[in-house]
């Protein structure tokens, strides 16, 4: 059930237009460093410099020698496009979890599993890491059934992905994750807000962009903080909770988006975005009462003093 409701997503987003032949040898060798490195080349080839970068690092994770891959590195950082020009909502989720991994890590050089990270844009924001990105259609890596060891890696993230996966699979999900986890889990996710008017918000997005990530939220609907803890109890988890993002100001720049992808006016667009990624931070952007989502660790007591 999970794999139904993860593939319907990742070809609704529309990645099947990467390289699927790729993508296919991937998925029935996926733990194959060569073919990750094969598959980050074909991408700088394409200019896909997110991709790149992230089945360059997931190459490296994997075991390919580093001073081969230091050379595509400096030639893919190089050519990257500037991150402060990125739409503004996902700078921000992107930053946020690369805040937030660098405070539990205490250091530049952790290891972590993007599981459902799209091209992989985490990566660039935490470019001293080890990194390795589950996705099923984009790196060929199943997000639902992970060939890694169990504590593979000092952290799991996830972003925006639990609220696509059908409720009654949810702790499964999370199980999963934490298990290729020596530290934690980390999500950050919209999660249900009573006063958040979530059905007007979706339908509004749906009639408006026709968007499928929002049909998405509508038909699984979001997670509850109320869930999530009582899962933590269940599990004898730490948990800690903080609220990121403005629900208000994330919706107005979903149509932001919409609008300026129906104009001919991209550098208009890309001020604005580097107008909110430069000037506006944490202190301003996080609310409590009505935040965008949740930034949640999961993790284990007598793992915190590492």
């Known amino acids: 059930m999970i794999k139904t409701f993860v593939m319907r997503l990742v070809n609704k987003i529309g990645y099947k237009k990467l390289d699927s032949d790729f993508v296919r ?24 410099w997110y991709l790149a970068l992230a089945e360059l690092k997931t190459a490296e994770f994997l075991g390919a020698n580093d001073g081969e891959m230091q050379k595509y590195r400096n030639t893919i950082l190089s050519s990257m496009p500037r991150q402060e020009i990125m739409n503004h909502n996902q700078y921000y989720r992107l930053k946020s979890l690369a805040s937030e991994l660098n405070y539990r890590a205490g ?7 993007d599981v459902g990270g799209g091209l992989g844009q985490l990566a660039s924001f935490i470019p001293e890491a080890s990194y390795c990105l589950a996705y099923p259609n984009v790196s060929g890596i199943s997000g639902i059934n992970l060939p890694f060891p169990d504590y593979c890696f000092d952290y799991v993230v996830s972003c925006h992905v639990l609220e696509h996966i059908p409720l009654k699979e949810r702790r499964l999900f999370l199980d999963q994750l934490l298990s290729k ?3 934690g889990l980390i999500l950050l996710n919209p999660f249900y807000i009573d006063g958040g008017r979530v059905e007007d918000r979706l339908k509004l997005v749906i009639d408006v962009t026709e968007a499928e990530w929002a049909k998405e939220h509508l038909e699984c609907t979001l997670p509850r903080i109320e869930v999530i803890k009582e899962y933590a109890r269940e599990r004898n988890l730490q948990i800690e909770i903080r609220p990121n993002g ?3 100001t994330t919706l107005a720049l979903v149509f932001v988006d919409y609008f300026a992808s129906k104009s001919l006016k991209k550098s208009d667009w ?18 409590e009462k009505f935040p965008t989502g949740y930034i949640v660790y999961l993790g284990w007591q007598d793992k915190l003093n590492k």
Do not use: C, G, W
């Open 25 to 48: 040898r991937i998925s029935k060798d996926p733990l194959n460093y060569s073919l990750h490195l094969q598959y980050a080349l074909h991408a700088l080839k394409k200019s896909q």
């Open 107 to 113: 250091k530049a050089n952790f290891s972590v599993l």
């Open 181 to 183: 986890s020596k530290y």
């Open 246 to 248: 403005t629900m208000t």
């Open 270 to 287: 890309e001020k604005v975005n580097k107008f909110f990624n430069v000037k506006f931070d944490n202190n301003v952007l996080d609310t």
